[in-house]
């Protein structure tokens, strides 16, 4: 059993705790003032003129950027055509290569047919495809979309087959000696047990879907971050390119911080 | 009495791409109803194969294994303990428990629900029904690993070194705990063990198998008075007697493949 939290501590473990508190507030605290020291540098140098703040932009050049995007309206149209881009992309890849995963799991001769196929698949660079995307679905949000899902599907599918056949053979012996069909080893064995593999996936795909999108989006695009990053770079705006950046960064932090959360709520009770 | 568990001279071969191999020979031996029977042997022999066979997870090659008169089906009711307990981490005791009744569609069987929450509670568990089997000691969890299995009224229980990933101490006690539930549920049970004291200290009889190809080499009756726990039965003066005796068997074993 776990054991209640104890209010008497001793001296000596209440310093260990104040210890960590102490620890762990250094940490925030150097993490904090690293960023504020390299923008207040970055700043600093592009203001006296040591470093051209044309090709670096600056801090203050960046958020007037962004200023100016978020007047004109256009930074949450940007931002909202690229995010559903992401999301849709990192929806479909993940259900896709999940279900792929289940029937390969489920029929081991068809496993071990398509096993060079998927080798190729995931050893492909998937960027080589964009001009076959294009010609396929059209030159538009779809392609960009498909471009995410690619480059997020096969990886699923690899990590979702190999932690669905890592599941324990007694407890599937167990399953069977009482009686249980394929489907029922499945949906209370195999899947559950799977459940902490399927959030590292999730937080690959994160990662994954935004390259996959953004890589869509310079191959074509008429908006979104990624367009803004092509189309800043081609006029030479490095405020524009840094300042969506930074969007993207900000972005990619939320998504991961969703799939920390469902993390936590799963990762609770393991063996 | 009547043979419960028959199993008429059983011969299992494995196939593999260097060749076929023989597991067991002419496996040929019957177990009583309510009896408890231990099946020991060198290690590799084939012990767990022969509870495979029993809870028809694997086809002998020839040979058939009877219960209660009938040919093993996916539908014959066997409880099978492993080493591990193999709880589910993720469902609570409750759930683990009664994941038989969910499999066999039994979960508002109103009959099986109750025999559920009597088995719990007779055996110390109740309280804990809803907490998660990494809040629980060993010994508990073995325990609800047994539990699960009765709940589905096995016909036999097929224990596969369920205490040999204990401590010694949690084992001699798990091993009380598990030989007194069998008792008063009335459970006919089969042990493979690589334990001698175990097989001892638990069974009416114990099958002693030879080196691969398994056969079985001889059936040692234990007799040892009165129903007795298995801690107790270890203090036993005959206790040693028969220690010897099969301790004898087995090494004979290994002279012979040396």
Redesign the interface.
């Known amino acids: ?2 054991k209640r939290k104890q209010v008497n501590y001793s001296k000596e473990h209440k310093r260990y705790l104040k210890n960590l508190k102490i620890d762990k507030f250094t940490t925030i605290l150097a993490q904090v003032l690293l960023l504020v020291v390299l923008i207040g540098l970055w700043e600093l140098l592009t203001a006296v003129g040591v470093l051209d703040a044309f090709f670096l932009s600056s801090p203050s050049r960046m958020m007037v950027q962004l200023v100016d995007l978020f007047q004109n309206g256009s930074l949450f149209y940007h931002i909202g055509i690229t995010l559903y881009e992401t999301v849709i992309g990192f929806l479909v890849a993940t259900i896709l290569g999940t279900l792929i995963a289940i029937i390969l799991w489920w029929s081991r001769k068809l496993r071990k047919i398509l096993d060079p196929y998927i080798v190729v698949l995931n050893a492909l660079p998937k960027i080589a495809l964009g001009p076959v995307i294009i010609i396929w679905v059209g030159a538009g949000t779809m392609a960009i979309i498909t471009m995410c899902i690619l480059i997020c599907v096969v990886i699923t599918t690899l990590s979702m087959l190999s932690a669905f056949l890592s599941c ?1 053979e ?2 599937i ?8 069909s394929k489907f ?1 080893i499945l949906t ?2 195999v899947i ?2 799977a ?1 902490g593999e399927f959030v590292s996936v999730l937080k690959i795909n994160v990662g994954m879907s935004w390259v996959g999108t953004i890589m869509g989006e310079y191959l074509v695009s008429k908006a979104g971050l990624g367009y803004l990053i092509v189309y800043g770079g081609q006029v030479f705006q490095l405020d524009l390119v840094m300042a969506s950046t930074l969007v993207l960064c900000i972005l990619a932090c939320i998504m991961y911080l969703f799939v920390g959360i469902l993390e936590k709520r799963v990762g ?4 | 009495m009547e043979d419960y568990l028959q199993l008429k001279h059983i011969s299992l071969s494995y196939h593999t791409k260097e060749g076929e191999v023989l597991a067991l020979s002419d496996i040929d031996f019957s177990v009583q109803k309510n009896e408890f029977v231990s099946i020991v042997g060198p290690s590799g022999c084939g012990k767990t194969t022969i509870l ?1 066979l029993i ?3 694997l086809k002998p090659t020839s040979g058939e294994v009877l219960l209660d008169g009938e040919k093993i089906t ?2 014959t ?4 303990m ?3 307990d ?1 709880l ?3 469902r609570t005791i409750y759930k683990n428990v009664t ?2 009744l ?3 569609k039994k979960k508002k069987d109103k009959e099986s629900l109750e025999r559920v929450d009597e088995l719990l509670k007779k055996y110390g568990l109740y309280d804990f029904k809803n ?6 000691s060993g010994g508990m969890r073995q325990r609800a690993a047994l539990i699960r ?1 009765l709940c ?1 009224k096995p016909k036999i229980l ?1 224990l596969d070194e369920p205490f040999s990933a204990l401590d010694y101490q949690t084992k001699l006690s798990v091993c009380d705990d598990v030989h007194s539930i069998i008792t008063k549920e009335n459970q006919t049970a089969i042990l493979v063990t690589h334990d001698i004291s175990e097989a001892i200290s638990m069974s009416n009889r114990i099958i002693v198998l030879s080196k691969r190809p398994a056969t079985v080499k001889c059936i040692q009756t234990i007799e040892l008075g009165d129903i007795q726990t298995p801690l107790k039965r270890r203090e036993s003066p005959k206790f040693s007697k028969y220690f010897d005796l099969i301790w004898k068997e087995l090494s004979n074993e290994k002279e012979e493949t040396s």
């Not at chain 1, 012996?173 to 249980?180: K, N, W």
């Not at chain 1, 609770?268 to 063996?271: F, I, R, S, T, V």
């Open positions: 059993m776990k324990d007694d407890k012996s167990l399953m069977r000696s009482m009686g249980a029922q209370k064995l559950p047990n459940l609770k009770h393991k063996e | 495979s809870a028809g997870l996916k539908d009711s066997i409880g099978y492993f080493q591990r193999n589910f981490p993720w994941i038989g969910e499999i066999k907490s998660y089997p990494n809040q629980m299995t589905l097929l």
